[in-house]
């Protein structure tokens, strides 16, 4: 049996991500979203949606720029800090110790410390009620050197990100369930794969094992 609800936002888990902003000879502001997610393949697209009354609505509406920054466990304290505070009025990369760091094509900046940056630039900008929805294409990211294989493949589950459920966040834990397509998967393909995975483990375990190494001597 199930209980029904008023309609609400309950589709979780979502990504809690910092949103980098800024006008041009102005300090810059970091604004924590979680409302976001992918709407494109082809050209890449994302959206942000924010409320008008933020301080970066119309840092973003005038300049036409954002940077999504992917938060980790170990930014989760910085995120909900800028999520709670205003940057009428504090420095937020100051006050967190964050590097605003240069991006490759917007004129905003991307916080350094972030495992992974995705350059947007605004499409369109749609009115909905509570909040203003920002469609921007991705026009540029970068990834930290540590998430990338040999073969140029990214390994997000590296990372150690974060979601946000129903005003709570949590880690992403490392066990997979499966990839795209597995319930349809060769036995013989299923083999290969599973091999891999277990190569793979080994491998980051005597990576992890060596940065431990260095670290100690």
Same mark, same amino acid.
């Given at each position: 049996?199930?209980? $029904?609800?008023?309609? &609400?936002?309950?589709?979780?888990?979502?990504?809690?991500?910092? $949103?980098?902003?800024?006008? /041009? &000879?102005?300090? /810059?502001?970091?604004?924590?979203?979680?409302?976001? &997610?992918?709407?494109?393949?082809? /050209?890449?697209?994302?959206?942000?949606?924010?409320?008008?009354?933020?301080? #970066?609505?119309?840092?973003?509406?005038?300049? %036409?720029?954002?940077?999504?920054?992917?938060?980790?466990? @170990?930014?989760?304290?910085?995120?909900?800090?800028? %999520?709670?505070? #205003?940057?009428?009025?504090?420095?937020?990369?100051?006050?967190?110790?964050?590097?605003?760091?240069? #991006?490759?094509?917007?004129?905003?900046?991307?916080?350094?410390?972030? /495992?992974?940056? !995705?350059?947007?630039?605004?499409?369109?900008?749609?009115?909905?009620?509570?909040?203003?929805?920002? !469609?921007?294409?991705?026009?540029?990211?970068?990834?930290?050197?540590?998430?990338?294989?040999?073969? %140029? @493949?990214?390994?997000?589950?590296?990372? &150690?990100?974060?979601?946000? #459920?129903?005003?709570?966040?949590?880690?992403?834990?490392?066990?997979?369930?499966?990839?795209?397509?597995?319930?349809?998967?060769?036995?013989?393909?299923?083999?290969?794969?599973?091999?891999?995975?277990? @190569?793979?483990?080994?491998?980051?375990?005597?990576?992890?094992?060596?940065?431990?190494?260095?670290?100690?001597?």
């Amino acid at each position: 049996m199930k209980r $029904v609800l008023n309609p &609400g936002t309950m589709l979780s888990p979502v990504p809690a991500v910092m $949103v980098s902003c800024a006008r /041009p &000879g102005e300090k /810059p502001n970091i604004l924590t979203i979680a409302w976001t &997610g992918i709407i494109n393949s082809d /050209p890449p697209m994302t959206y942000i949606s924010v409320r008008k009354e933020r301080y #970066s609505y119309d840092i973003i509406k005038e300049t %036409g720029e954002f940077v999504i920054n992917l938060t980790t466990q @170990a930014l989760a304290f910085a995120t909900d800090w800028c %999520g709670v505070k #205003s940057g009428r009025d504090v420095d937020k990369f100051e006050a967190q110790k964050l590097t605003a760091a240069p #991006s490759q094509i917007v004129a905003c900046p991307s916080i350094e410390e972030s /495992p992974v940056n !995705l350059e947007c630039r605004v499409r369109d900008i749609i009115e909905l009620g509570s909040h203003d929805m920002f !469609l921007a294409e991705i026009v540029s990211v970068s990834a930290d050197e540590k998430l990338i294989d040999e073969k %140029g @493949a990214i390994h997000l589950d590296r990372a &150690g990100l974060i979601a946000y #459920s129903h005003g709570h966040y949590f880690p992403l834990k490392k066990a997979e369930i499966g990839r795209f397509g597995y319930s349809v998967m060769k036995p013989k393909t299923r083999k290969r794969y599973e091999a891999q995975k277990r @190569a793979e483990y080994r491998q980051a375990k005597r990576a992890a094992a060596s940065r431990k190494g260095r670290r100690d001597k």
